[in-house]
């Protein structure tokens, strides 16, 4: 879990003409620009900003390689655009070809040596592959040239926050965002660690990105995640509702949170068991979810749905100790 929210946050970062998370850009608005933009580029086919924009939208909608087709052919019209370096990097990075990346990145270093933006992306790169002390040297340089960069800092929090030092991590996010007062991924990073102190002061900064993005299911969630951990329940929930209501129906996490609550806390087994079926039906493959419903069913003496959950649990999860304990208890509840 830690290693892919660290993973997702790099690559966030590495996105430069990325809508931010959450807009709303449909499949459609993107596919008749897409189509636009390709009449227009067939009519002139060395223009660098068509081809940049439609490798935008490429890159938008997880087709990397199609971005990467277009930025090589902009890169060799016109080699002189740092942002240009930058998307490639980016692109290579979504598939899975650091290397490559890296490559790029390093050209642009040899053309603008003196760019901060380059260093950073570079130190962006060495975060994403675990190289801390190599990230922290470009950052080093990229705040020798610019000191006023807000995303040098929150790389910084981020390698401090993986290498366990909570304080150095909090103090250069709280640069991060006195630097760049709307950067969102600041916010939610100082509210994540301050909710793991049970810190109150959370609530700030996950309300802060809320406000930045008002339907961010991320910042919603971590909040209801907050409130749930100190037991103040009944937020907790309206959080998860506000996702499951107004944001992401199929949000599973939701559900699976208020039906465990319902079961843990409330000791109301029936309502657990609603909304463990509804994190189920979003995501088929949550052995947790059969195993908590499996419990629940338990609980209410219906040992046949019990049986069944666990067993689904086990199917998914053949190892899972808590669902082959359910088993054992459930078939001595049967012989008896």
Known sequence: MKFSLLIITIIALFS?????????????????????????????????????????????????QNAINDLEVAISIDSLQPQIYFDLSEAYIKVAKSS?????????????????????????????????????QYLAKAE????????????????YKEMADTNKALE????????????????????????????????????NAINLIPMSSEAHYNLGYYY???????????EYNTIINDIDSSYFQAYF???????NINHDFNSAINYFTKA???????????HNRGFCYEQLKKYNEAKSDYQAALT?????????????????????
Request: hydrophobic fraction near 35%; charged fraction near 25%; include cysteine.
């Open 144 to 159: 020798e040239l610019n000191n006023n960069k807000a995303d040098i800092y929150f790389l910084k929090g981020i390698i």
């Open 228 to 238: 749930q951990s100190i037991n103040n329940t009944e937020k907790a929930i309206n």
């Open 280 to 290: 189920i039906n979003n995501r088929s493959n949550y052995f947790e979810a059969f």
């Open 100 to 136: 490559k990346s890296k490559e790029w990145l390093e050209k642009a270093l040899k053309l603008f040596p003196d760019s901060a933006d380059v260093h950073i992306k570079l130190a962006q790169l060495h975060l994403f592959v675990k190289e801390y002390v190599k990230s922290m």
């Open 316 to 336: 998914i999860f053949p190892n899972y100790e808590l669902s082959i304990l359910g088993l054992n208890r459930i078939d001595k509840y049967i012989s008896n």
């Open 16 to 64: 430069c003409n990325v809508p931010e998370k959450n807009q709303n850009f449909t499949k459609t608005d993107s596919i008749t620009t897409i189509e636009s933009i390709t009449e227009k580029i067939r009519k002139d086919p060395k223009n660098i900003s068509l081809l940049t924009q439609r490798a935008s939208l490429f890159l938008q909608k997880n087709q990397a």
């Open 172 to 207: 250069n996010f709280q640069i991060a965002k006195t630097l760049n007062p709307d950067y969102y991924d600041a916010y939610i990073m100082l509210g994540n660690l301050l909710s793991t102190r049970k810190d109150s002061n959370a609530v700030y900064f996950y309300k």
């Open 257 to 263: 949170n208020i039906a465990y609550i319902h079961m």
